[in-house]
């Protein structure tokens, strides 16, 4: 899964999309711009995105729930976001929200389903093998997948007019799929 906020500050906006990719699966949710891309559904608010999204991962029932940097980005937004929205994060199989665990690195939880931030997997134990300078999820997916992100110009939300939604929804949709990519290809 993979999210886009209006802001980088944890919580300090809004969550704007939230894609997720597994075998069969891919959607991006968003409460902002309808699309006519078949993988694009449109909630009310925020509030109801982060609802879906829950819904969708207990529909789905993965085995393992993985992102890119998702400790220390993804999961921990979403629980701020869901915070103060009032709305219940339920990812746990008890229905209890994510907890996380404070140190050198920020680590998130769910009860009852294996989270794996694939950045910090790689980057403990593949990162000495790889030419890759940095471990951002381009580079990475570069030098192991042979593909890259795709291009996106991060500009005012306000700014973001027309065709530029579809192309935000599959940059969004494009780091789902390379983050489910890089999984199979090296977690076994």
């Not at 795709?150 to 005012?156: L, N, T, V």
């Amino acid at each position: 899964f993979d999210i886009e906020t209006s802001e980088l500050e944890i919580g300090g906006g809004e969550i704007l999309m939230i894609s997720l990719v597994g075998e069969n699966f891919k959607k991006v949710i968003t409460w902002k711009k309808d699309s006519k891309l078949g993988y694009v559904e449109k909630v009310e608010d925020e509030e109801e995105l982060i609802e879906k999204f829950v819904e969708y991962v207990k529909e789905y029932n993965p085995d393992v729930l993985t992102g890119y940097f998702s400790d220390g980005f993804d999961l921990a937004y979403l629980r701020a976001r869901a915070d103060k929205l009032r709305v219940k994060l339920g990812l746990g199989l008890d229905n209890s929200p994510p907890k996380f665990r404070r140190g050198a690195i920020m680590t998130g939880k769910i009860n009852g389903l294996v989270h794996i931030d694939l950045f910090r997997f790689i980057r403990i134990v593949y990162s000495q093998y790889m030419q890759s300078e940095t471990m951002g999820l381009s580079d990475v997916a570069q030098e192991l997948l042979g593909e890259k992100k795709d291009d996106w110009e991060f500009i005012s939300i306000d700014k973001i007019k027309g065709k530029k939604w579809d192309k935000f929804f599959k940059y969004n949709l494009k780091d789902s799929q390379l983050t489910y990519k890089l999984f199979e290809k090296i977690w076994p």
